[in-house]
T-cell receptor, first 116, second 110 residues
């Protein structure tokens, strides 16, 4: 198992464009989380899924953000009409619900978004 | 509410010890510790659960005072590879996203 995989690693876009990021969690991990991290700050929680159900959304997740996990495996995060304030590192994490390692969130390397 | 980490930064010589603290104003279910190097993913170090259960790396120890909602991470005999930013993440329920502190920057000098 190669861990949590995110694609692309870097994305540069112009203000107003839509962008989509993908996250492939560790195989068999039920929970998948999205976080956003800006320079010098800790990650900020955006949303999480248990299997295909989106169970919690932060108030940080404006209407321009949408996340899906259609088959309970990979997830996508879409940002519509991007703004310069959306520039950040978008991190994905996954965890197990049961078992010895339950609750431990393993992070991917992130997608760095730059909005010009 | 964001947990408060202290100190903000610490510089050590290789072989010295360090303690990083994390405190919350809310009752917690768990505290998670991560280390992040520049441009890399946060790496899991330790999870401490309400009730005393702990899971993590053998060479790192931590404590969780449930009454005070405080956790401390103990780094002993530090190595150059310990350099990075340490984050604590807190969880109020058993199925939440984590709320992270602002981090503690650790620099280990040879």
């Amino acid at each position: 198992d190669t861990g949590v995989s995110q694609d692309p690693r870097h994305k540069i876009t112009k203000r107003g464009q839509n962008v989509t990021f993908r996250c492939d969690p560790i195989s068999e991990h039920n929970r998948l989380y999205w976080y956003r991290q800006t320079l010098g700050q800790g990650p900020e929680f955006l949303t999480y899924f248990q299997n295909e159900a989106q169970l919690e959304k932060s108030r940080l997740l404006s209407d321009r953000f949408s996340a899906e996990r259609p088959k309970g495996s990979f997830s996508t995060l879409e940002i519509q009409r991007t703004e310069q304030g959306d520039s950040a590192m978008y991190l994905c994490a996954s965890s197990l619900v049961r078992g010895r390692d339950r609750g431990i969130q393993y992070f991917g390397a992130g997608t760095r978004l730059s909005v010009l | 509410q964001q947990p408060v980490q202290s100190p903000q930064a610490v510089i050590l010589r290789e072989g010295e010890d360090a303690v990083i603290n994390c405190s919350s104003s809310k009752a917690l279910y768990s505290v998670h510790w991560y280390r992040q190097k520049h441009g890399e993913a946060p790496v899991f170090l330790m999870i401490l659960l309400k009730g005393g259960e702990q899971k993590g790396h053998d060479k790192i120890s931590a404590s969780f005072n449930e009454k005070k909602q405080q956790s401390s991470l103990y780094l002993t005999a530090s190595q150059l590879s310990y350099s990075g930013t340490y984050f604590c993440g807190t969880e109020k329920g058993g199925a939440d996203g984590l709320t992270f502190g602002k981090g503690t920057h650790l620099i280990i000098q040879p």
